[in-house]
């Protein structure tokens, strides 16, 4: 989509212009500076605004759908052992949804992005399924998709398989960092060496920095590809998509649990550019399942508007 007018950048520098000089001059009253203040807020916004509307990078982060260990409390990690729920099934149907509103009606993913485990790769295939019954010219996905290693979930050694019930009487002070989202108290036993002492991990902190090696890894896919504006799916899950949305936004782990993933829950991710990645994202929100209008953006450009 190319680039859309959506203010006119002649007003915002008169007014822009108006509101400083006034302002130096001291020719407004308290509350005449306060809104002053208001304007040139949201003239900053709005200049940003039309940069990312010049986007040519959407990227859609999906979490699969509910699997038997989620509905029996059971931590998964990184292992592959668990399969979709039938509800797991029907919420990765509905969220297809997602690709048929008025936003998204004319979209068409270039590029997916899967996990390698079982649950996600069930969720895309169901996703797939839906796709299929769409007309020709209405189908959204591409036939092929990449599997990232680096897509998997979490890495919880040993505790991947064990009830959270049973965790949280053996480990009461790693699971509470956990629930709390305390990257660096967090702390787990790899024992899967019986040779060896077992090593300490911190789990949380592993994935955040796996996460910006996702990115990085995508970014180079996609700046191989012809197109101008491209749109990519990935198909993964709770913990790494929140990784992986912090990692985006420039924000560090200990935000962890700030934005938690929903089974079969999706965000929507803008980039002006995808030839090389940028320091973060411009922009992103919920679209499933509770689609928001709304837009969050980079806290830096917030301060700027603040200030």
């Not at 729920?85 to 993913?109: C, H, N, P, V, W």
């Not at 965790?167 to 956990?178: G, H, I, R, T, V």
């Amino acid at each position: 989509r190319r680039q859309r007018k959506i203010v006119n950048f002649d007003d915002i520098l008169q007014l822009l212009t108006t509101v400083v000089k006034m302002m130096v001059s001291h020719k407004l009253s308290s509350s005449g500076t306060l809104m002053a203040a208001y304007y040139l807020a949201t003239c900053l916004l709005a200049f940003h605004v039309i940069r990312v509307e010049g986007f040519h990078f959407k990227v859609f982060l999906l979490r699969h759908g509910q699997t038997d260990a989620n509905a029996g409390g059971v931590i998964q990690g990184s292992a592959d052992f668990s399969q979709l729920t039938d509800l797991g099934k029907q919420q990765a149907k509905e969220a297809y949804s997602a690709f048929s509103s008025s936003d998204t009606e004319d979209l068409r993913i270039s590029s997916v992005y899967c996990s390698p485990l079982t649950r996600a790769r069930q969720t895309l295939a169901e996703l797939r399924n839906v796709d299929s019954l769409q007309p020709k010219d209405a189908a959204k996905f591409p036939s092929d998709e990449n599997i990232l290693s680096n897509l998997r979930e979490i890495d919880f050694y040993d505790w991947e398989g064990k009830d959270k019930l049973e965790l949280q009487n053996a480990f009461p002070e790693s699971y509470k960092a956990w629930k709390d989202g305390n990257p660096f108290r967090l702390s787990v036993f790899d024992s899967s060496n019986s040779d060896e002492q077992p090593v300490v991990h911190h789990p949380l902190l592993e994935l955040w920095d796996r996460a910006d090696l996702v990115w990085n890894e995508i970014f180079e896919l996609e700046k191989q590809r012809a197109e101008e504006n491209r749109a990519a799916l990935i198909v993964a899950h709770g913990s790494l998509g929140q990784a992986l949305l912090g990692s985006a936004m420039g924000w560090g782990p200990d935000r962890f649990r700030e934005h938690t993933f929903p089974n079969c829950g999706m965000v929507e991710l803008n980039f002006s550019d995808y030839k090389a990645r940028p320091p973060h994202a411009d922009r992103w929100r919920w679209i499933w399942p509770t689609p928001s209008a709304k837009w969050s953006y980079p806290l830096e450009v917030l301060e700027t508007c603040q200030r």
